[in-house]
């Protein structure tokens, strides 16, 4: 299904999409490989999963960023740092509660109180993608006969040959705040469709960013919290110069008032994948485990 949210006047409609659930995949050439889902879930929170990643021991943590720190700076996970041998699903609540999960197979011991959902009219979250072949392809004939209601796929289509790496960010408004800035020309996001694909363009503070990108919404009219969320991906440097793929994400953020003040100690939720299984079981030992199939926790 797709639908149109309302603006004013003086701005061009805006094609967006509903769903439940989005599978996000990126095409290169012929092929499609998928990356992760998000979920609306209808109690109001958000999820985001990774169950296409094909390597599975990864390490997961809260990161910590000093107050006065200078940049660039290099970061670890921090003393909270745990590994795991499954995937795991990042959740945001509507209260702000946020955290690390996977039912049944994690203990859900890296968390964080975040910003509420209606508060938060900004950065999400942050995905770093490499190695495409490491994740699964997607299939038409199985992943492409779906209602479009519960599960929509959406395709990121490269130019050329595979990226050293691929940033996703997801960023999260609500529909009032959302329309807001569409009445502000100084905070104006345009949005053009050269050649059929959506590229956004973001005023934040005094600079302008440019990206491709797609308005991702849940469905409408199912008595739930109506968020917008903004999908932008672009093409970066290659992230894990150690392995052929890799996974890294990013989530969890404080309000804007921490993050935008340097001088205070900010923090966020982070895991990376993969961990080689030599360097995992000596992690394991030394640092614990998060599986619910171990002792060390």
């Given at each position: 299904m797709i639908g149109r949210l309302e603006?004013?006047?003086?701005?061009?409609?805006i094609t967006s999409f509903f769903s439940k659930r989005y599978v996000i995949s990126i095409q290169e050439f012929d092929n499609i490989y998928k990356t992760f889902q998000i979920i609306f879930d209808k109690k109001g929170s958000i999820f985001i999963n990774f169950p296409y990643y094909l390597q599975r021991r990864g390490s997961i943590g809260l990161v910590t960023i000093p107050g006065n720190s200078k940049f660039p700076i290099t970061l670890n996970l921090g003393p909270?740092?745990?590994?795991t041998s499954n995937l795991v699903k990042y959740s945001h609540h509507p209260d702000g509660n946020a955290h690390f999960s996977q039912s049944g197979k994690i203990f859900t011991t890296i968390r964080k109180k975040s910003v509420p959902l209606k508060n938060l009219n900004g950065h999400l979250f942050t995905l770093l993608i490499q190695g495409f072949k490491d994740f699964e392809k997607y299939d038409p004939k199985k992943d492409g006969n779906k209602s479009a209601l519960k599960r929509k796929n959406v395709i990121l289509k490269l130019n050329g040959q595979e990226p050293e790496s691929i940033k996703i960010v997801g960023r999260l408004f609500t529909r009032q705040?959302?329309?807001?800035?569409?009445n502000k020309p100084q905070e104006d996001?345009?949005?053009l469709h050269p050649k059929g694909e959506p590229v956004i363009r973001h005023r934040i503070q005094k600079n302008v960013y440019q990206y491709c990108g797609w308005i991702l919404c849940p469905p409408q009219n199912e008595g739930y919290e109506?968020?917008?969320?903004?999908?932008?991906?672009k093409e970066v440097p290659k992230m894990n110069k150690d392995s052929y793929s890799g996974l890294t994400f990013v989530g969890g953020f404080d309000s804007k008032v921490i993050?935008?003040?340097?001088?205070?100690?900010?923090?966020?939720?982070?895991f990376i994948y993969p961990i080689p299984e030599e360097r995992f079981e000596i992690l394991k030992k030394e640092i614990g485990c998060l599986d619910?199939?171990?002792?060390q926790v």
């Open positions: 603006t004013s006047e003086n701005t061009n409609d909270t740092v745990k590994v705040y959302f329309q807001s800035l569409l996001p345009r949005f109506d968020y917008i969320l903004i999908i932008s991906y993050t935008r003040n340097h001088s205070l100690d900010t923090t966020f939720l982070s619910r199939d171990t002792l």
